[in-house]
């Protein structure tokens, strides 16, 4: 079974537009993240999630704004869509383990296309 | 501003080689680091973890981190060709993780058969 799963893989949207991607973790983790790649492949975390604690990064404009309707889920919602925006979206959740180490998971991404 | 900074490549190895990977970092405070490994097209993938100074092994992987000189590396003996991919070196500050990794922006690795 997928530990941490995104919908939709792709999006193609027009600017101007709103849209949501939907992610969820079955592996009980208690905390989110999003993250964005963009097209020259560097990975930045956007947003964590942590028992009804958001953090943001400061970089992020007040058009993103994460969800989470429970633990298990945490939505990304864009409202105003601009052409920089194209990128790939990862979810991802950690698991805590004993000793305080932890592992990260990502989901599989969605392409986002901004025309 | 956290910085992990790795030399993007493309580092290219032979089949059978040792391929090694490097990675510093800005923050003297960074408690954990990571190696990720992204197929084109893919997401990235958990290969190692490292929390203290020394070597720590898992299988054909080798991170070594020094936090004295900010410095965590990935060794691959008999690196094959399903090897060949990005490699994205992580860090963190804090013990929990809860404010997310910073990446570097990978090095790019190819195995030659």
């Known amino acids: 079974d997928t530990a941490v799963s995104q919908t939709p893989k792709y999006l193609v949207t027009q600017m101007g537009n709103d849209k949501s991607i939907k992610c969820e973790q079955n592996l009980g983790h208690d905390t989110m993240y999003w993250y964005k790649q963009d097209s020259k492949k560097f990975l930045k975390i956007m947003f964590s999630?942590?028992?009804?604690?958001?953090?943001i990064n400061e970089t992020v404009p007040n058009r993103f704004s994460p969800k989470s309707p429970d633990k298990a889920h945490l939505n990304l919602h864009i409202n105003s869509l601009e052409l920089g925006d194209s990128a790939v979206y990862f979810c991802a959740s950690t698991l805590l383990r004993d000793g305080g180490t932890y592992e990260q998971y990502f989901g599989p991404g969605t392409r986002l296309t901004v025309t | 501003q956290k910085e992990v900074e790795q030399n993007s490549g493309p580092l290219s190895v032979p089949e059978g080689a040792i391929a090694s990977l490097n990675c510093t970092y800005s923050d003297r405070g960074s408690q954990s680091f990571f190696w990720y490994r992204q197929y084109s097209g893919k997401s990235p993938e958990l290969i190692m973890s490292?929390?203290?100074?020394g070597d720590k092994e898992d299988g054909r992987f080798t991170a070594q981190l020094n936090k004295a000189s900010q410095y965590v590396s990935l060794l691959i003996r008999d690196s094959q060709p399903s090897d060949s991919a990005t490699y994205l070196c992580?860090?963190?500050?804090?013990?929990?993780?809860?404010?997310?990794?910073?990446f570097g922006k990978g090095t790019h690795l190819i195995i030659q058969p």
């Open positions: 992580a860090v963190n500050e804090y013990g929990g993780g809860a404010d997310g990794l910073t």
């Open positions: 999630y942590n028992n009804k604690e958001l953090i």
């Open positions: 490292i929390y203290s100074n």
